[in-house]
């Protein structure tokens, strides 16, 4: 390629990418003078070959395909619950074999972590008298289940499926945000992004050969599979969703055609001598694995909430006497509480004896007074969180706040310092991204999935980029105005 | 197969299916009713009544226009097209995941274009073509269905609600018709039951409308016939069982039996004395109680150990 100044020279000048300008943040695609980076190089060439109304043509395109195919979403706060297609952005987010190496090491990492700490927390609780995290933090977390002390689940593995959510800063280090342990969704738009996308850019497609993704569902599958109780040979699996009014229906419909498993519903359950059972039009059939996505508080209305429909009375009887297995396991949740995520650092040192691959971002834990008085002195510097919240919920970022809002929140702090983290704003990586009838650069997330079977960790290259479609925004949740992109993960 | 699934399948079908033959229904009664307008009215009450739906004391200046808006817009009621279409999506919905990509998309985009719609969108000249759309995108429902989904149980379910709302909506077409009907009267029944072909092709010299009447109640080959609907359902229900044919394994069975053997052995003779609309009552009646006594044994609510 010959050098070109700026992204024109040499390409047609009614092209999209004219005026794309790289944000004051660190561009994945761009280098600091302007170039594609090697690897957005073969995209820059394609993306300037096409004009905008062609580029809108293809949106218009994609965004058809996506509503007939139902790949939609429903956004709580909205009344009407409407189903909203996942705006889909079609300009591919590139991450190169190294740097996918880097994550996928530090992701692996992280989760053995993780499991062991669950393993511990609510065994042994070696951590615990080992002083290594505070033991009122983790008693204290709303996710945190009693009732599973004790309780192992085969193999060991409690986080059968994780999504870990890394960002990049302003000097492109990718730096874990979040942990979900629990029920993590976002794979069906990976999938269905894939699918969309090679029928828009077929050629540009066969160019980068990323590696595939849907082999997800099957290697899913096998990770479900080796998590049946030991006693069964070839176990039947089931996915438990919380019916069709949940905002990742779509996704547990995907996941269960793809796997060829059973999608089934509370009211589809019963259980008998700690035995489940599905019922079917030829009587009862037993179920050794549920991929439940349906959370702690509503699986078993005779343990947890006792007003929940969406479970099953006896759920957890069943899993207690091993004759269920549960995935993910049931108190997983204490693992990606946000009061606990400042010390995974010190847990990866602890259980594995290793240094952490992928950093956290700096927390500063509201429970301690320096901290917190610290915290509510630069409240416009920080991003509050609620510890027990996620999807962009329940959020305050300090630049994009009013003084009410930081006065409402500092109250909330001051009254259960637990329920806060903070952490500096921290500007994250900008993709260029449709908008409107051109290109610019919107901010990004990237959500790869892991898959644990005892100490064995898969991480499908089948990871989940989302974008904050508003200028300027770096809340990426789909709740919250997020688009996602899809992730082309090259092989060596 | 999950009884739930197992359900919402069987009223996926039927609803599509109903939508379909009231899209019909409605097409040919629009066109017959601009050829003979001066029973313009009778042929909109029969719609009604086929339909299901009460017509209106005053059908106000256009019958044409206020039936369209009950029978086929009305969302307030669950008989209408656009209602039926709405309620086969939000089936479609609870059993994607056994849904092949084409079927699932295929009830999606009836419904998103049905949802688009409004009587204003379609215009007095647009409602044809409009229903046209609406007929194809359901037999290409039925279509899809066939050649996409593994013929199971799943797929028996299916074939039980589509064979049941089309048995039911024959026997309602049948019901409608009085001895002293013209002959417009009944091309517009063989219209609404897609059998004009198939009745010229079967009785290639017959102008007789009871000879027409008792082709769509007893041919045992035309699939919107009342007894190969029956017999579909029959066959649907021993394979689901297991029970060898001309027996039976629970009542729905039995009543399935017994229909398929009152219109095995009725001929035409038989349709005069009782008179076709009393005959197609009764059958009715006996497809309707069969409807309930299939949901009782496959789709209870807590079942039996």
Same mark, same amino acid.
């Given at each position: ?19 794309? %300008? ?19 190089? %073969? ?183 080796? %998590? ?265 | ?305």
């Amino acid at each position: 390629m010959e050098r070109p100044d700026g992204f024109g020279t040499g390409l047609k000048m009614s092209s999209i990418l004219d005026r794309y %300008a790289p944000a004051p943040a660190f561009d994945e695609f761009a280098e600091a003078d302007g170039r594609p980076r090697p690897h957005y190089e %073969a995209l820059a060439a394609t993306l300037a070959g096409i004009s905008a109304a062609d580029f809108r043509h293809r949106v218009t395109t994609v965004n058809g395909v996506l509503l007939q195919r139902g790949v939609t979403f429903t956004v709580y706060a909205d009344a009407r619950g409407t189903e909203r297609i996942l705006p889909f952005d079609l300009i591919p987010r590139i991450i190169d074999a190294a740097e996918w190496a880097h994550i996928s090491r530090g992701v692996t990492q992280r989760v053995l972590a993780l499991n062991a700490f669950l393993k511990d927390v609510y065994g042994e609780a070696k951590v615990l008298r080992d002083g290594i995290i505070p033991r009122t933090l983790v008693y204290s977390s709303e996710h945190y289940e009693r009732e599973a002390i004790g309780v192992r689940p085969p193999h060991d593995t409690y986080i059968h499926v994780s999504g870990i959510d890394i960002i990049r800063d302003a000097q492109g280090e990718y730096l874990v945000l979040e942990d979900n342990v629990r029920t993590p969704s976002g794979i069906s738009y990976v999938l269905e992004n894939r699918d969309v996308l090679k029928r828009a850019f077929p050629r540009l497609f066969e160019q980068y050969d990323p590696l595939p993704v849907d082999d997800y569902p099957q290697r899913l599958r096998s990770a479900l599979t080796a %998590a049946a109780p030991p006693s069964v040979g070839d176990p039947t699996i089931a996915i438990l969703t919380p019916g069709i009014y949940n905002s990742a229906y779509f996704e547990h419909t995907l996941l269960a055609r793809r796997m060829g498993v059973e999608l089934v519903e509370g009211s589809d359950l019963i259980v008998r001598d700690n035995i489940v059972y599905m019922k079917t039009t030829r009587g009862l059939q037993r179920v050794d694995v549920l991929y439940r996505r349906v959370d702690d508080d509503y699986i078993d209305p005779l343990y947890f909430r006792a007003d929940s429909t969406l479970g099953v009375s006896g759920l957890f009887d069943a899993y207690r006497s091993g004759n269920v297995t549960l995935a993910n396991a049931v108190g997983t949740g204490v693992a990606d509480d946000k009061a606990i995520y400042p010390y995974v650092p010190a847990l990866i040192r602890y259980y594995l004896g290793e240094e952490p691959v992928l950093h956290n971002v700096e927390t500063f834990d509201c429970s301690d007074p320096a901290q917190r008085s610290h915290v509510l002195s630069n409240m416009r510097d920080l991003v509050v969180k609620r510890t027990g919240a996620s999807g962009g919920y329940g959020m305050l970022i300090g630049s994009h706040s009013s003084a009410d809002e930081r006065a409402e929140f500092a109250d909330a702090i001051n009254a259960n310092p637990r329920d806060f983290i903070a952490q500096p704003i921290i500007t994250l990586s900008a993709h260029p991204t449709v908008v409107d009838d051109t290109i610019g650069p919107r901010h990004i997330d990237l959500r790869p999935f892991a898959l644990l079977s005892g100490d064995t960790v898969d991480v499908p290259a089948a990871a989940f980029t989302r974008v904050a479609l508003r200028e300027g925004s770096l809340v990426v949740n789909s709740s919250q105005g997020g688009g996602s992109k899809d992730t082309w993960i090259l092989a060596d | 197969m999950l009884s739930r699934v197992a359900e919402s399948l069987y009223w996926m079908a039927r609803n599509v299916e109903r939508a379909e033959d009231l899209a019909r229904l409605i097409d040919v009664t629009a066109m017959r009713a601009v050829d003979h307008a001066d029973d313009a009215g009778d042929r909109w009450l029969s719609a009604y009544h086929i339909a299901g739906i009460d017509p209106p004391d005053d059908h106000g200046r256009s019958a044409r226009s206020t039936a369209l808006e009950a029978i086929v817009f009305n969302t307030d009621s669950r008989l209408s097209v656009a209602a039926c279409v709405r309620i086969a999506r939000q089936n479609a919905v609870g059993v994607r995941a056994e849904l092949t990509t084409e079927v699932w998309e295929c009830v999606n985009g009836l419904y998103l274009f049905v949802e688009a719609q409004s009587p204003r969108a379609v215009g007095p000249d647009g409602v044809s073509t409009f229903l046209r759309s609406i007929r194809d995108t359901a037999q290409a429902f039925g279509g899809l269905c066939d050649a996409t989904l593994a013929h199971d149980d799943a797929w028996e379910f299916l074939r039980i609600g589509r064979s049941i709302e089309r048995a039911r909506m024959t026997s309602r077409v049948l019901r409608e018709v009085r001895d002293d009907d013209g002959p417009h009267v009944w091309q517009l029944v063989l219209e609404a039951c897609c059998a004009t072909a198939p009745f010229a092709r079967a009785r290639s010299q017959s102008s007789d409308p009871a000879e027409a009447l008792a082709f769509l109640a007893l041919s045992p080959v035309f699939p919107r016939s009342l007894r190969f609907c029956a017999r579909q359902v029959d066959r649907a229900l021993h394979r689901l069982s297991g029970a060898p044919t001309g027996t039976f394994a629970d009542a729905s069975e039995r009543a399935s039996g017994r229909i398929c053997a009152s219109l095995d052995f009725a001929g035409q003779a038989d349709l005069a004395r009782e008179g076709t609309s009393a005959f197609a009552d009764r059958i009715g009646a006996q497809i309707d109680e069969l409807g309930a006594s299939i949901v009782s044994s496959y789709f209870p609510r807590v079942p039996v150990r």
